[in-house]
Structure formats: C-alpha cells, structure tokens
C-alpha cells in the first residue's frame, strides 16, 4: 500500500475498431500527490490522454477495453468501484477540463447553469449552487458575473470559456484537477493568464494538476514532474528540469532538438532589391468593422516576412486579400510593378501563377475524392501552358520527390498520408505552378512539433533552390523566429511593428510585441523560472 | 465491403430481383398474367400443386398473383425511378445554381421550392392527376415535381457548405474557373448524399404512387401496379386476404431494402465521411 | 335525370354564373379574403362550414395522433440511442425502419381483416364512439413514428458521442440528466422541422386513411369534393390547410428558436415583425424525405 493520493499501475488499454485492435497505452503507471503538477506530455495518438479518461470512466467500452492494470484514488482502486461510486468521486473529488472549450460546453443552457450543475449533481441544492457559480465566476476572472451567469456560451471569448470550465471543474474544491490541453486553441496571452489562473488556484486550494499536453512550453511553465509518453508506452520521467537539461531517452532528445526558437536568426536581406510585392494602405471593411487597417509592407524576392498576431489581427484577411479571395475596400498591392487590386479576371488569371498559398490544415485543403495526381496536375488543366500532357507525370514525380515523397504516392488519395505528408502534397500543388510567391496561412501549426520543423526545413530548402518568397502566417513567435527574414507583428487589424527579425525578438519597440514575446512560453523550465520570478519582483514593486 | 453489412447484402440481392422482374418480367410473364382462368378465381395461396405462377394464389378473375405482381414491378419502378430522375437532375441543378451564385438567382430559386414544399405533394398529385388524364407519364412529372424541392435543398445547403472547404478555396487560388469548381470540386463531394436520399426517396415515390393507384387516380386498368393491385383485392378482403395482401407485402420489402441500401450508403460510399471519422478515432487515440 | 331550363337558370342566377367571367373572378377573389368561398355546389350551405366541419376532425385526429407519436419516438429512441447495438435498439431500429417502409393503406386493410373482421374489436369505419378512432389513429401512428424514431435515435447518438456530454459525465452527472437533459435538447432540434413536417402531412388530411375508415376529415372530403366537382369546397380546403400549416411552421419556428439559444433570435421578436419563411429554417439533409433513418445502422454490427 502507498499512500499516494492517486497512483496509475501498469495500466493497459485497448481499443477494438474495425481494422483491428489498438494497443492505446501499455503497461502505463504514474503518480500524483497532494499540492503537485505533474504533466502527461506527448505528440497527437500518443495515448496521453487515455489513462486520465480512464480515471475519470471516460472511456467507451466497446471499443475501449481495460485489459490489465489499476488505479488508486486514497488507495482504493477505482476500477473495481461500482459505477454509481465512480459517478460520486467525479466532479466532487476528481474533475477534469478540456481543449476546446467551445464544444465541451453544452450550447443550449446557461454557464449559470453547467456550473451550478456540478454542485447540484452531489447534492447542493439549487439556491446554494447559483449563488456559488456568481462566486466562483467571479473567482476565476469573469467580469460581471451576476448577469453573465445567465448567458450561454458562444457568448463568451475562447479565454473566458475556458476559466468557466475552470470553475465548473473546481465547483466543489476537487482534490485532483485533470486539464487535458487546456490552452492549446488560445492566444499566447490567454494562455499565460489561463496557466497563472490553474497555478493560483492550486495554490489555494492544495490539489493536485494533472496536465496533459504536447507543448514543452507548458510543461516548462507549470510542471513540477513530466511523463512523456510515445505510442502509448512512457518513455521518460523526472522532474521538468530534468527532462529538458538531460533527457536519456532518444525520442525525448528528438522532441527537445525539434523545438523551434533556438536557432540562429536569419540576416535581413538587402533592402535596395526591387520588392517583388508592395503594399500600401491596404484596408478591408466588413460592413462597419474594419477588419485590416491601411497596412503598409514589401516583401523582397526570396524573402521570408511572417505575419504574427492573435486571433481577429487581421493577419488572415491580408493574406485573403492580397490572394484576390476577398476584395480589398482601398489601397493597393504592386506585385512586380502591376496593381493587384485593380486587375480585371483576365490577369488576374495570370497572376495565379505567381502567388500560391499553402492553408492551415491540410485535411481540408485537398480535395478527398482526387488521388495525388489529380490535385497536382489540377495546376496544368487550368494553366496548360505550364506544360505538354506528356510529360505530366514525370513532372509529378519529381514535384513529389522534391518535397520528401515517393513518386509512386501519386494515385493514393489523401486520406491515406499523415497530417505532415498532407502538408507537402499542399506544397507541391502550389509548386506545381511555379510561383514566385507562397502565401503560408499558418502553414504548421496543426501539425506536431517534430513535423513543424520538418516542414519548415523544406519550405526553407525550396527557397534556395528556386529563390521563393514566403508570407507567413503565423501565431507562434519561436517558429517565426527561426524561419523569416522579417516579421509584421499586427493587432486589431493594424501593423504595430515591423522590422528584421533581430530587432524584433531582441530589441522589440512596441509594449504589444514585447507582451507576446514574453507571453510565449520557453521550453527551458530554468527560463520560465526565472520570468516568473521577474514578474513576481514588478508585481512586488507596484504593489 | 458489401458482404460485412449481411442485411444490406440480402436488401441489394432483393432490388436486383425486383429490377430483373421490371426489366423482363411483362416479357416473359405478360400472356400468363392477364390469362383468365375461371377455376383459378380467388385460388388459395401454397396450393404446390399447381403450377408454380399459382403459389401466391390467384385474383377474382382468376390470373397468377405471381405473376402479376411479376408484370406490375415494371409500371411500379418505372414510374418511380422516371420520377426519382428527373427530380434529382433537375433538383441537383438548381441547387448548385442556388448554392453558388448570387444572391437573388439564390432567393428565386428557393422561394419556388418552398412554394412547391408548401403543398402537400400526394393532393397536388390528386388534383392535377384529375385535371389531366392519369397516364405514365403524367404520374412521374407529378411525382417528379412535387420531389424537386428535396434535392434542391440539399444541393443547396451541400454546396454552400462545400463551397468554404478550403480545397476549393485552394483551386479558386489556382485560377480554377466557376465550372470547373463546381464539376470537379463540388458536385463529386455532394452527389453522395444526393444518391443517397434518392435511393430513401424510390421508396417514398413508390409509396406515393402506390397510394394514387390505390385511390385510383394513378395508373388505370389493365396497366397494374402493386398499389392498383391492393385495391383490386380489397372487396375481396374478407373471403381472399392474400389478393391485397401479397402486393403490400411487396411493397414493404422493397421500401424496407431500400431503406438498408441507403443506410449503408450513407457510411460506406462516402470517403469523406470515412475520413471524418478515422480522424476522430485517431484524435481519440 | 335533366333538370328544367327554369330551374337550371335559377341555379345560374343563385351562384351569379350569369355574370362576365372578370366579375366572377374580381367577387371571388374579393370573398376569398373574407373567407368566404361561396357555397357547396353539392350541399347548399357555406363551402368553409363544410370544410372548418371535416378540419375540426382531421384536426383532433393529427393532435392525438401526433402527441402520440412525439412522445413514444422520443423516449422510445432516446432509449435506443443510449444502448446502441444493443438488444432494444435493434428492436427499435428493426421495427420503427418496417413501420417507415410500409405503406399505410396496406395496413389499414389488413388491420380491418384482423381487428375489425376476424376479431371484431373495432369498428370498421365512421365515428361515433372511442373504438371508432383506435384503428385510425394506429394506422397513421405507425409511418411518422418509424420516421421520427430513427431521426430521433440518429440525432441522439451524435449528441450523447460530443464533447459536452464527456464534460456532464466528468462533472459526474448521473446518466438519466445526461440523457434527457443534455443530450435530448440538443437532439431536439432537427427532430422538431421533422415532426413539423409530418405533422404538416397530417393535418393536410390523412387523405388515404380517411377514405379507408370513413372518417370525415378534411381528406376525404377533398377526394369526395373533387371527384365530385365541388371545386367552392376544394379551393377552401386547400386554403384552411395552407393557413394551418402556416400557422404550425410559425409554431416550429417559435420552438426551434426558443431551443436554440445560438440562432440568436428573439422567439417573440418574429411573431411580431416579421414573417416566417415558409418551411422554417436550414434543414438537415435527411429533412424533406419520405423515409429516413439514423446515420448508423445497428442491424448492420
């Protein structure tokens, strides 16, 4: 017996699906104790989040099964507990919150009402319950809490969402809170607040985190301990500092070198070359609110310039814009001298040549019904005088080899490659065309770590080989920062900054660039330490 | 793929029967069921001695029930597969005509199919069918007409959706013209799902022109269908159940099986929806 | 039998046939708005009295019939939907997809031969006492239930698979709140265009059923007024079951809106300033037709 307050032992679930079984995690065991952040980390299908939903009897069964192992709650197992007893630990003693906060609250009821249910569900009664959800949504930060307890939930900003499943999770002061990548669809600065809120409301309350995530940045930021788990197996434990200084094993040394921000910074290019696309006072109105105001930028030939900012910048609507998907309301964008905005659809039709653009996900951005070939060789009907039908499928071939693929990929369908082999089928449409320009609407960010930085390396590759010029889009600062030659940063639809990345990372002018630079999170727990003790001197300071 | 649904698999067999007997069946059967035979009238059914036309018994005027049911699957089906065509074609073309161009073609287009929704389908069948003479032909316009507004919606509300997916985002970058987004990128997305409500609608025709028949203002005699032949039998209710019985009982399988085809369809025949869902298991993984 | 050339000219007088056709028209038109169709040509009395006589009857018919239907679909799939592959969601799904399938004048004659002929526990046809409605009622019960029962069943296994179903159960909410109160409203809402639809049908007057049982409704009425030539009481017929089906969508409306806090709509905002629009709002895309059915079939496992 340990007296641990929730220990996971060789733990071991499958899953039965039609193309055979799933070994989702194996022989799997952890601990976690009182007042302590321990941090599940891994890539996407690398079970991570399967043993806290076993915890929480989360997990379908069929297909799911628990073939071997137990979890003790105080000691007693949870698995051989009745389901009504289970039912009594959720909630009240264990509580969990989620990704996506938008889908895992129910749209049709009030906030009011989700948190109240959390107390009603044990036993307090309804009067209690309300006047502890205005509480409790006070708590964690919601403005005006006693009319927007009656609100639903699109009526809230993402942040807000999920500091309301804060508080519905911690309705009852649960010893063990399990957040399963609770900030990942969030502005790095929501971010930052969210992580500083789960912190201080461990602190007062003394449970224990569960964290479960993919970003190192995260682990670094709150972790105290980290499992990292590959193909449903732990590869590596120790304490966050540990890990990063000196990981053992090599899929953990793989994951830690794949980590962007490190790298040595690009050289501005010389700024007396001729700019292959010149923008100036470009603005978009929707109706009345102006989506993109007056941005003024150039982009050189062969030329990296990311676009950075959080969600409603307006980053999308300028690459939307100068890709002619929607119509600019005034300014204008030279590319090569010609007036983009202005061209009528016969050159228009021309210019599609010269800008592509690679969109964010790739599960949707290629067609499901077209194999490979078909999507690339889409390029040369719409523009055959790219190239006589014969020699298509060489071409093909060789597109698909430059890229990292097989030539004999090429009458596969897409969904038969990974999310990272998608996103180069992308890329080699776009090539297909032979453009001057690519247009990367956050080209990376659904794909993991190790696959980023893949991806970037042939996006960089291709640039020497063909003199390409990227316009990337981009939330994540550290990536950026090893990839462009110059970065835009924007707010609300404006450019605030914008310079060579050097000046940019170390010399920000701006108080907006300097809060986003230092809201993204380092990997190395030893740096986050040592912001968080800088931030803790200001706040001592003003206080 | 087919084998591991074993309903589906009996349902497809049954369709291509019932299909066989459209095709071939007055060919072959024709002289046989309209043949009177006094002694056969109002025959018992599983009488194995008889020849086998007869195992379903006979009618009042004494012709296979089997047979019959045999020469009608022809008028059955044709009627409801003319009416289920030109519905999808001309619905499909609307609705991508809706779905993808301006606003007012958009607004055209669907108040029309609302104020063909907004009757009910079997009266405006009833009256038109009255007005005019009741023939083959003008059953399956009526049917057809009164079957737009279903596939139009879907169109529709398909292409409006599609039309944001990013893939035609990506061709429209390429330079892809209107047609060909609409050809190659939208329709081969949403004809699935078009296929597929036209095999739950067959069923919804046939039932629909089995109940005009029955009222008689559909198909008149001699031509026979399965909904005529049910109310043939039915002033013989109570001494012959099986006259109105065998027909109906027809009728339910066919509608049932097209019912399982269209389940499976749905699942089965569509990759993107195959690929939605090997995505949730992954991130479930 | 001819009638006499003075009586034929009374008649002519009495229904104005004497007058130019344009004025025949312009009055017509002018008591249509009044509600006023002139009288039966077969029964001299007001054609909307005939026919507001028959909708009262098809009206009660569609209400009991429909309450019926609403309340065993929904729970009966519900129930369904939480077991799926299990013993009773085969059950369900076997039989609700053979009542869809089946042709309704069918099973009222075979429901006459057994109930009413060999067991004699029903009337065949008419009204008069509470039997004179069990046969009816089964009958038309039987297609909208299998119909809404499926999308029911369909609509409730994507709700109780999503993501705030998982937050109710970590919260540790117990199973019965996780079905009937979040999976059920969301579940509801495409249910409701559906039964909205069928209920429409109903109300349209159960033409076949009516004939068959002889019940008075709107339905047989307008079978009998067209084969008749009654075309006074046809033209109000199909006028008092526009209105009413005009009235339910506006109702469906209501409903889906006061569902649907996303649609961002005032229910009451619309009954007041504006119109709706004639089948209420998007529909999913199994709406229109006859015969639908879950997304997964549990005959198939």
């Known amino acids: 017996m340990d007296n641990r307050l929730l220990s996971v032992k060789n733990l071991s679930v499958d899953f039965h699906t039609s193309h055979g079984t799933v070994h989702a995690v194996r022989d799997v065991s952890w601990h976690l104790d009182r007042g302590e952040t321990l941090a599940i980390l891994g890539e996407s299908g690398s079970g991570k989040s399967v043993s806290a939903s076993a915890i929480l009897n989360l997990i379908d069964m069929p297909p799911g099964e628990i073939t071997q192992g137990e979890i003790l709650f105080e000691g007693r197992d949870v698995l051989t507990m009745s389901s009504e007893d289970r039912r009594n630990l959720n909630g009240h003693r264990i509580a969990m919150i989620f990704q996506d906060p938008l889908s895992h609250l129910n749209p049709v009821y009030t906030v009011g009402f989700q948190i109240a249910e959390t107390m009603t569900a044990h036993g307090v009664d309804k009067a209690e319950a309300r006047s502890r959800t205005i509480s409790l949504m006070q708590r964690v930060g919601i403005p005006e809490p006693d009319t927007k307890v009656d609100a639903y939930p699109h009526q809230f900003s993402g942040g807000q969402r999920q500091r309301i499943m804060i508080a519905m999770a911690l309705a009852l002061k649960p010893d063990i809170l399990i957040a399963d990548e609770p900030t990942t669809a969030l502005d790095v600065t929501v971010q930052a607040q969210i992580l500083a809120l789960l912190k201080e409301l461990q602190q007062e309350t003394g449970m224990g985190l569960l964290l479960i995530t993919h970003d190192l940045g995260v682990v670094a930021e709150v972790a105290d301990r980290v499992v990292v788990m590959n193909a449903g197996q732990i590869v590596e434990t120790g304490t966050a500092a540990e890990v990063y200084h000196r990981p053992t094993h090599p899929y953990t040394k793989k994951l830690i070198a794949a980590i962007p921000g490190d790298g040595a910074m690009a050289e501005p290019l010389d700024s007396a070359t001729k700019p292959i696309l010149d923008i100036t006072g470009l603005t978009k109105h929707y109706g009345s609110f102006v989506a993109l105001d007056a941005a003024n930028l150039t982009v050189l030939p062969g030329e990296s310039v990311a676009i950075v900012g959080e969600s409603g910048s307006g980053k999308s609507t300028l690459a939307k814009t100068v890709l002619r998907l929607e119509e600019a309301t005034s300014g204008s964008a030279l590319f090569e001298g010609r007036d983009l905005v202005s061209m009528n659809d016969k050159e228009l039709f021309n210019l599609r040549r010269d800008i592509q653009m690679v969109f964010q996900d790739p599960t949707q951005s290629l067609n499901p019904r077209m194999s490979i070939f078909d999507i690339i060789t889409e390029a040369f009907v719409i523009h055959p005088e790219i190239l006589d039908k014969a020699q298509w499928k060489t071409r093909v071939c060789a597109l698909l080899e430059q890229v990292g693929l097989k030539a004999d990929h090429m009458y596969r369908y897409p969904h038969q490659f990974s999310g990272g082999q998608r996103q180069r089928i992308a890329i080699a449409r776009a090539l297909a065309l032979e453009p001057k320009l690519i247009v990367c609407d956050e080209a990376v960010s659904a794909l993991d770590v190790s696959i980023q930085a893949q991806v970037l390396s042939l996006l960089t590759g291709l640039q020497d080989e063909l003199g390409l010029s990227y316009l990337f889009i981009a939330h994540d600062l550290p990536l950026v920062r090893d990839f462009a030659h110059r970065v835009i940063v924007m707010q609300a639809g404006k450019i605030v900054e914008q310079g060579p990345v050097a000046q940019i990372f170390d010399a920000p002018q701006q108080e907006y660039t300097r809060n986003l630079i230092a809201a993204s999170l380092s990997p190395n727990p030893d740096i986050q330490a040592e912001r968080r003790a800088a931030a803790r001197q200001l706040h001592g300071v003003d206080a | ?285 | ?301």
């Open chain 2, 1 to 285: 793929m087919l084998w591991a649904d074993k309903f589906a698999f009996v349902s497809v067999i049954f369709l291509l029967l019932i299909l066989f007997c459209a095709v071939f069946g007055p060919m072959l059967l024709e002289d046989v069921a309209t043949k009177q035979n006094l002694r056969g009238r109002n025959a018992p059914p599983f009488d194995f001695s008889k020849n086998w036309v007869y195992w379903l018994g006979g009618d009042a005027l004494g012709r296979p029930l089997l047979a019959r049911i045999v020469v009608a699957s022809q008028n059955t089906i044709f009627v409801a597969a003319g009416a289920v065509f030109f519905s999808l074609a001309i619905g499909t073309a609307l609705g991508l005509i809706a779905g993808y161009t301006t606003r007012t073609w958009s607004q055209v287009i669907m108040r029309l199919a609302d104020i063909i929704m907004s009757f009910p389908s079997l009266l405006l069948a009833v009256i038109v069918l009255f007005m005019l003479e009741s023939s083959v032909f003008n059953l399956v316009v009526v049917l057809a007409i009164t079957r737009i507004p279903v596939y139009l919606r879907t169109a529709r509300a398909e292409t409006l959706e599609v039309r944001e997916r990013m893939f035609v985002q990506a061709a429209r970058v390429m330079g892809a013209s209107t047609k060909r987004i609409i050809f190659r990128h939208i329709l081969p997305v949403v004809f699935p799902t078009l296929i597929t409500i036209a095999t739950l609608d067959f069923a919804f025709v046939m039932l629909a022109e089995s109940s005009l028949s029955f009222l008689g203002i559909g198909i008149q005699p001699p031509e026979i269908t399965w909904g005529l032949m049910v109310a043939q039998g039915r002033p013989y209710l109570t001494t012959a159940w099986w006259l109105s019985f065998w027909p109906g009982l027809v009728i339910i399988l066919t509608t049932l099986s097209l019912n399982l085809v269209s389940h499976w369809m749905r699942t089965a025949l569509d990759p993107a929806q195959r690929w939605r869902l090997e995505n949730v298991r992954k991130k479930n993984g």
């Open chain 3, 1 to 301: 039998m001819d009638a006499s050339e003075e009586s034929r000219n009374q008649f002519r007088e009495i229904h104005g046939l004497n007058d130019p056709l344009f004025v025949q028209f312009l009055s017509y038109m002018a008591d249509l708005v009044r509600l006023d169709f002139g009288d039966s040509i077969r029964r001299s009395e007001p054609a909307i009295d005939v026919v507001l006589r028959g909708f009262a009857w098809t009206l009660q018919l569609a209400v009991i019939t429909m309450s019926l239907v609403v309340v065993f679909a929904i729970i009966l799939g519900s129930l369904a939907a939480f077991h799926v592959g299990g013993v009773f969601d085969r059950l369900a799904t076997f039989f609700s997809l053979i009542g869809s399938s089946a042709p309704d004048f069918w099973i009222a004659i075979v429901a006459i031969v057994i109930f009413s002929v060999n067991l004699g526990w029903f009337p065949t046809s008419g009204t008069g006492t509470v039997w004179h409605w069990v046969m009816p009622i089964s009958v038309l019960f039987i297609r909208p239930f299998g119909l809404i029962l499926q999308i029911v069943r369909g609509s409730m296994i994507t709700a109780l698979g999503s993501a705030y179903v998982k937050t109710a159960r970590a919260k540790g909410v117990g199973n019965r709140p996780i079905i009937f109160v979040h999976a059920l409203r969301n579940a509801l809402l495409p249910v409701i265009t559906v039964i909205g639809d069928q209920a429409a049908a109903l109300l349209n007057g159960a033409v076949v059923i009516e004939s068959i049982f002889g019940f008075p409704g709107i339905g047989k009425l307008m079978i009998n007024s067209i084969l008749q030539r009654d075309f006074t009481v046809v033209m109000a017929a199909i006028m008092v079951t526009a209105l009413a089906i005009f009235l339910m969508n506006l109702v469906i409306d209501i409903l889906y809106s006061i569902l649907d806090p996303e649609s961002g709509i005032d229910p009451w905002h619309r009954l007041t300033f504006r119109l709706p629009t004639f089948p209420p709002h998007p529909i999913p895309w199994f709406r229109p037709c006859g015969c639908s059915g879950p997304i997964n079939s549990p005959l198939s496992r």
